[in-house]
């Protein structure tokens, strides 16, 4: 093929591209979830109620707050519920940990599978990986991917903490899910 030829062709191919981009696109569609994330740290130890476990300890406590420390590692399988209410109705778990990365603030490194188990998406997966600055208002959760209706999964999250307690730990946080994923 010439090199005319090709450069005849370049557009057409493009335009080809285009269309092939435009309709995977197109074949896209935006879910929005809201549930609550129920992180339960300090029950009585080998409870069935703990629902996130300290696997490894850091050495440094981190500054207003020396029972945490910078490299405190918890792994956890907390419930995923429709209302704020630990009694709401169950639609998954988040499993995965977090790790206080900071040295200086309270922020994680959080690593989460938000499995679902009932209602339309129950056996799909969406897969969270950020930092939580768990002290902002509201913190922004980048979805890297998912499984099942949410394969390919893309989008955000936007975490609040709807209720902490400082003694304990505990934590109920409100998750509102913005995922595209193909239909």
Known sequence: MSSKQTMQLLPVLVSLALLFVGTAAAARKTTHLKFYMHDVVTAVPSSPATTAVRVARGVTPLPLEPAIRFGDMFVIDDPLTEGPDAASPVVGTAQGFYIFASQTDFALMLTVNM????????????????RD??????????????????????????LRTYSANSTTFNAVLEVDMYIRARV
């Open 115 to 130: 499995v679902f188990t009932a209602g339309p998406h129950n056996g799909s997966t969406i897969a969270v990986l950020s």
């Open 133 to 158: 600055a768990i002290l902002d208002p509201v913190r922004e959760l980048p979805i890297v991917g998912g499984t099942g209706v949410f394969r390919e999964a893309t989008g955000y999250g936007l």
